[in-house]
């Protein structure tokens, strides 16, 4: 079945290791996202992919970057870990159609433990 | 800027009865998007229901549908014979049309009772 995978669905960081999470698709998407999802809170996006163009949010720390090397993959780099930055990472990717986007599929997600 | 609100955190449903959550929207456009999304615990987001803003008919997908007021900026969602499959965040969101960008609001945790 085409679908969004994440891995690993659990990572443990130590305060200031960088880290590394990782998204796939085999939807063949042109958009890719990544988001922040801290506990029982809307997810936060950090920035998105539009083929190779990276449109990062204002409000992303620089802490956090991503890269992207082909339409498959996606990465979520952060650089040094901070006690606040412990959440659940989504990636999501979606359709270009029109003028905008088709739905975003969701991956299950990678939940960050920083110690 | 566009904002998206929830204002009920958490609703409790009886089994096999309807629950209505809201959401309100604010945007100066005219063309928009409008979703739902479901996320069961420790699983992944999924869409219930998606609205074209210039549709004036409410969109339905089985036991859930949409009471879109344009007027008024509301979307909410009712979901008929509410099942214990239904318990989960239930996340409304916005996309601007031409843009790539959605806002979420932050959640109704919905609760299904045996």
């Known amino acids: 079945d085409a679908m969004v995978i994440q891995n690993p669905r659990y990572q443990v960081t130590q305060f200031g290791k960088p880290v590394t999470l990782s998204c796939s698709q085999t939807?063949?998407?042109?958009?890719m996202y990544w988001y922040q999802q801290k506990s029982s809170q809307a997810p936060k996006l950090l920035f998105h992919y539009y083929d190779k163009d990276f449109n990062n949010e204002a409000d992303t720390p620089d802490n956090f970057q991503s890269r992207r090397p082909n339409t498959s993959f996606c990465f979520l780099d952060i650089r040094s870990p901070g006690l606040g930055d412990a959440a659940m990472y989504l990636c999501a990717t979606s359709r270009v159609r029109g003028m905008g986007t088709d739905t975003q599929y969701f991956g299950p997600g990678t939940r960050l433990t920083v110690l | 800027a566009q904002t998206v609100t929830q204002s009920q955190p958490e609703m409790s449903v009886q089994e096999a009865e309807t629950v209505t959550l809201s959401c309100t929207y604010d945007?100066?456009?005219?063309?928009?998007?409008l979703f739902w999304y479901k996320q069961p615990p420790s699983r992944q987001m999924i869409l219930v229901i998606r609205q074209e803003a210039y549709k004036q008919q409410n969109a339905t997908e089985n036991r859930f549908s949409v009471n879109f007021q344009k007027a008024a900026k509301s979307f909410s969602l009712k979901i008929s014979d509410s099942q214990l499959g239904d318990a989960a965040m239930y996340f409304c969101?916005?996309?601007?049309?031409?843009?790539?960008?959605?806002?979420f609001g932050t959640g109704t945790r919905l609760k299904v009772l045996a």
């Open positions: 939807l063949n998407h042109n958009v």
């Open positions: 945007t100066s456009e005219s063309d928009y998007y």
């Open positions: 969101a916005y996309r601007r049309s031409g843009t790539y960008k959605y806002i």
